[in-house]
């Protein structure tokens, strides 16, 4: 920001003197500022929005970057606390719909050129003005990423859940059928999601089927004892279904143990052990 002082309380001074002059600015040029940002980030955004949409949302941060200023207060100081608050949600939106943290920091870097009329002449408005802008456009940029990394740990999430499917295939009998890897994330899903379906329909049996799994290793292995185990202690026993020889070479050759789980070469084959296992008990 313009530093118009030589000591630090100077400086201060001066950079509150600056933004309450900034503000009073805004406040007296907001029909042309705003109507020129509007179209500016209108133009920008295409169909992602409508102007009216842009108009309400830029219309309120406008007002409070302008109050802001007006208050002498730093983007970064409690002054500006409503302004990085409605920037954080602008962030947020921008991540959901796909926008990329460039474009979503243009929405509020476009505001220095929009100004350009009301500035005028005075080089020294116009760069404290950039100055605070540039700082609100990091700040977008910094929430933006954290928006993002938070959509993407929701929709990893969501993946999980749809890729870990339980259902009921007879009376006391249901199946997990496992698509892809198997490592320790899913692996408490498929838990979690396991043990619920026992509970919510009393089955006694249950067949994890692994035809889908590309390979089995020691530690795909643990995870699928983990499960079984969880099952168990739910007072369900638990089939593994296809064994294909390719996997069943593996298991061989690492040497791994199942112990008294039953296995199986195909669902088919697991569903008939589970059903005959239901009717003997």
């Not at 992602?48 to 409070?64: D, K, N, P, R």
């Not at 500006?80 to 949600?89: I, K, N, Q, T, Y």
């Not at 509020?108 to 456009?137: E, Q, R, T």
């Amino acid at each position: 920001m313009l530093k118009g002082g030589t000591d630090e309380g100077g400086t201060v001074a001066d950079d509150a003197g600056t933004n309450e002059r900034l503000g009073a600015m805004l406040r007296t040029h907001r029909d042309v500022v705003l109507g020129r940002w509007i179209e500016l980030v209108s133009s920008a955004m295409g169909p992602h929005s409508t102007t009216q949409e842009v108009e309400a949302e830029l219309g309120t941060l406008y007002g409070a970057i302008a109050d802001s200023l007006a208050s002498g207060a730093r983007p970064r100081e409690q002054g500006f606390g409503e302004v990085r608050a409605m920037l954080s949600e602008l962030s947020h939106d921008r991540a959901r719909l796909g926008f990329s943290p460039t474009e979503t920091a243009a929405t509020v870097l476009n505001l220095k050129v929009a100004a350009l009329s009301a500035v005028g002449d005075s080089l020294s408005d116009y760069v404290a003005l950039s100055d605070v802008v540039d700082d609100l456009a990091a700040f977008t940029f910094e929430a933006y990423v954290a928006a993002r990394e938070t959509v993407i740990t929701e929709l990893a999430e969501q993946l999980l859940e749809l890729s870990t499917p339980v259902v009921k295939l007879w009376e006391g009998v249901v199946a997990v059928p496992l698509v892809g890897t198997l490592d320790s994330a899913r692996t408490q899903v498929v838990m979690e999601k396991l043990l619920q379906v026992l509970v919510d329909t009393g089955s006694d049996h249950a067949i994890i089927d692994i035809t889908g799994v590309p390979a089995v290793d020691t530690q795909v292995a643990q995870h699928l004892l983990k499960t079984v185990v969880a099952a168990r202690l739910m007072g369900a026993e638990c089939v593994i279904s296809g064994i294909r020889p390719q996997i069943a070479q593996t298991i061989v050759a690492l040497g791994i143990e199942f112990g008294d789980i039953v296995t199986k070469a195909s669902l088919a084959d697991a569903l008939q052990i589970a059903i005959s296992a239901g009717k003997d008990g």
